[in-house]
C-alpha cells in the first residue's frame, strides 16, 4: 500500500486538501481525530495527561476541558513538548494499527494527515509527502481572519510550528495553495493523476 503523509501549517489548508481528498473516496487517517479519540474519557491518553497535570484539566463531567487545558499549554513550548511526549507514542500507534488495517482491506492508497510529520519523523514511514503550502504572510493573515486573532497571536502559533518553508523544501510534492480553490483541487487532482 502506497502510504502519502499530508502535511503543512496551521492556516494553509491543509484541512481543505484533506477533506477533497475524502470527498474523492480516498483512504485518510487523520491524527487529529485520532489525537482527539486518545484523551475521550476512559482513553489512556486522558489518563496520562491526568497523571501530570492533576484533575483540573477536567470539566465537571469528567472530560477534558480542552479551552483551560489550551490556555495552559498556549505559548509553554516545554509544557507542549510534554504533552507531545505523553500522547505521540500512542498516536503513531494508533496511525500504524489503521495502516495495518488498510493494507490488509486491500487499499492500494491511503493519505495519512499528520500536522506534526516532519517534526516527529513520521515522515520516514511514508512512501510520499505532500505540503499544502501558503507562504508566511498569507499564513498570518489567514489565521488572523479565521482565529480572529491579532497578528501577535498569529505569529506566536505559527511560530510553534516547523518553518513551511523548509516543509517545502522537503515535500515530493507542493500543492500551493495561494489561489482558488479550483487552482487548489486541480493540483490535488494532477498529482493523483500521476500515481
Do not use: C
Request: aromatic share 8%; hydrophobic share 45%; proline share 3%.
Amino acid at each position: 500500500m502506497l502510504r502519502i503523509g499530508l502535511t503543512g501549517g496551521i492556516a494553509t489548508g491543509k484541512s481543505t486538501v484533506s477533506n477533497y481528498l475524502k470527498e474523492l473516496a480516498y483512504p485518510l487517517v487523520d491524527a487529529d481525530v485520532i489525537a482527539r479519540q486518545l484523551v475521550e474519557p476512559g482513553q489512556e491518553g486522558l489518563e496520562r495527561l491526568v497523571v501530570r497535570f492533576g484533575r483540573g484539566i477536567l470539566d465537571e463531567s469528567g472530560a477534558l476541558n480542552r479551552q483551560v487545558f489550551g490556555q495552559r499549554l498556549f505559548g509553554n513550548a516545554q509544557l507542549r513538548q510534554e504533552v507531545d511526549q505523553l500522547l505521540h507514542p500512542l498516536i503513531y500507534e494508533a496511525l500504524e494499527a489503521e495502516s495495518q488495517r488498510l493494507a490488509q482491506s486491500g487499499a492500494a492508497l491511503a493519505f495519512f494527515d499528520i500536522p506534526l510529520l516532519y517534526e516527529t519523523g513520521y515522515d520516514q514511514k511514508m512512501d510520499q509527502v505532500w505540503v499544502v503550502y501558503l507562504p508566511h504572510d498569507l499564513q498570518v493573515e489567514r489565521l488572523m481572519a479565521r482565529n480572529g486573532w491579532s497578528q501577535d497571536q498569529a505569529e506566536a502559533a505559527i511560530a510553534s510550528q516547523a518553518s513551511i518553508e523548509a516543509k517545502r523544501q522537503r515535500a515530493d510534492l507542493v500543492i500551493d495553495n495561494q489561489g482558488s480553490l479550483a487552482a487548489t483541487f486541480a493540483q490535488v487532482d494532477q498529482a493523483l493523476s500521476r500515481l
